[in-house]
């Protein structure tokens, strides 16, 4: 992400497709799909993503995925703090606002930095 600008959703997503090599393809497909990133659109696949990594039950693959999801994580965390204001309505809507309602929430929330924590209803 860039110094001294405020993070785009390109670049949100250029930074999480660096985390995640599965959210690279996602990202390709989606593109493919809608001929354009369409950011709320593949904040739902990002979700999808981190979910599928924790609730993994098999000790290797939490492992395993434990970097991944650090990085997602901390990508939205980065972009909390200097992302331009639809990048950060993406991450608090589709993203924070989302999670919310998952199943896998408690697995997830306390993995939360403080500025995506700080989108969480009620926070």
Sequence with gaps: MRRGKRTNNRE?????????TVLLEARKAHVRSFGTLIPHVFMSEVLARVGSCVRSRDATAVEDRRAEVAGILES????????????RAVI??????DAQLEPFFALLEPLLGPNVRAQLQGA
């Excluded at 949100?12 to 995640?20: G, Q």
């Design 12 to 20: 949100l997503a250029d930074s999480l497709c660096a985390a995640s």
């Design 76 to 87: 939205l965390e980065s972009a909390m703090a200097s992302g331009d204001r639809e990048t």
């Design 92 to 97: 608090s809507i589709s993203f924070a606002g």
